[in-house]
């Protein structure tokens, strides 16, 4: 009986020892599943400049990332409701920040298309996506798509498609106040 049990612990042991590892594993893929980690590293258009996803998540101040593809033509259409809302973000000096990310194959083309729309929002670069495609899904959602993170870096909403009323719907997910100027772009309910 002493033999028995000797024998059923050590089968116990060999099993905690061979499926430990694998157990270890599951649980580690379940809980990046539940927290995604954004992270990139791009480069500005037409510079040397870099930004990473953890200077926006540590600057203190909510963001706006914009994913678009100079040939998407639903791209077209949103991004100068964009490029409105960084101006605006700018003039009225609200604290939240606009960043494109162009994900044409060809830099040039990026920068083509920025100097034909005149785009003085900043434009970083991920050429097919690679960068952010991990952390972004951005291969599987599609363009053009916008994400948008409270101070810190925690993601309130990420959506696709058009959005003529972009800059108040971005203020009102953050609740910021639209400025007094501005009050009249909000549609009465």
């Known amino acids: 009986m002493r033999a028995m049990n000797l024998l059923a612990g050590m089968l116990l ?4 020892i061979w499926a430990g590892p694998a ?19 791009l480069k500005r258009v ?7 996803f953890t200077e926006l998540a540590d600057s203190g101040r909510p963001f706006v990332l914009f994913f678009w593809i100079s040939d ?15 101006r605006n973000m700018q003039q009225y000096e609200m604290e939240v920040d606009v960043v494109t990310i162009n994900a044409d ?30 952390s972004f899904d951005m291969q599987e959602k599609g363009t053009p798509r916008v994400w948008i993170f409270e101070a810190g870096g925690e993601l309130i909403e990420d959506f696709g498609g058009f959005n003529s009323n972009l800059m108040v719907y971005v203020l009102d997910k953050l609740g910021v106040d639209l400025p007094r ?7 009465s309910k």
């Not at 998407?72 to 960084?86: A, G, I, N, T």
């Not at 298309?113 to 097919?128: F, K, L, M, N, T």
Request: with cysteine.
């Open 46 to 52: 037409g510079s040397d400049e870099r930004l990473a």
């Open 23 to 41: 157990l270890a594993q599951a649980d580690a893929a379940e809980a990046d599943k539940a927290a995604p980690a954004y992270e990139f590293d």
């Open 72 to 86: 998407c033509p639903h791209c077209k259409r949103q991004l100068p409701f964009v490029e409105l809302m960084y």
């Open 181 to 187: 100027d501005l009050a009249h772009l909000k549609q």
């Open 105 to 134: 194959k060809v830099e040039d083309q990026a920068a083509y298309s920025i100097r034909e729309r005149g785009i003085q929002a900043p434009v970083y670069w991920d050429p097919d996506v690679k960068d952010t495609n991990y």
């Open 13 to 16: 042991l060999a099993i905690l």
